[in-house]
């Protein structure tokens, strides 16, 4: 299923196990840059950052984050 379109949507709320019994998986790391710019979308309206020093600091910590899961992931698939 491809997750562009209203279809994905629909189908997760008709049918919820689609959600709560699947395993997703990432085929490739995302960039620095490319986690910046969706977590600075999704900052942008939020209500409680409302400053845009604040949301700056905040979008920045999301990829550092992801990064550091994403290493952490590898180390336990290698052990």
């Not at 196990?17 to 990432?26: E, G, H, I």
């Not at 969706?38 to 604040?54: C, G, P, W, Y």
Request: proline share 5%; glycine share 2%.
């Amino acid at each position: 299923m491809s997750p562009v379109g209203d279809q994905l949507r629909q189908r997760c709320r008709n049918f919820p196990s689609l959600v709560s019994c699947c395993t997703l998986d990432w085929f490739e790391t995302w960039p620095k840059t490319a986690l910046r710019t969706v977590a600075k979308h999704f900052l942008l309206n939020h209500r409680m950052i409302e400053k845009d020093e604040l949301r700056e600091k905040i979008s920045s910590l999301f990829p550092e984050v992801h990064s550091c899961v994403d290493a952490y992931c590898l180390q336990l698939f290698n052990e």
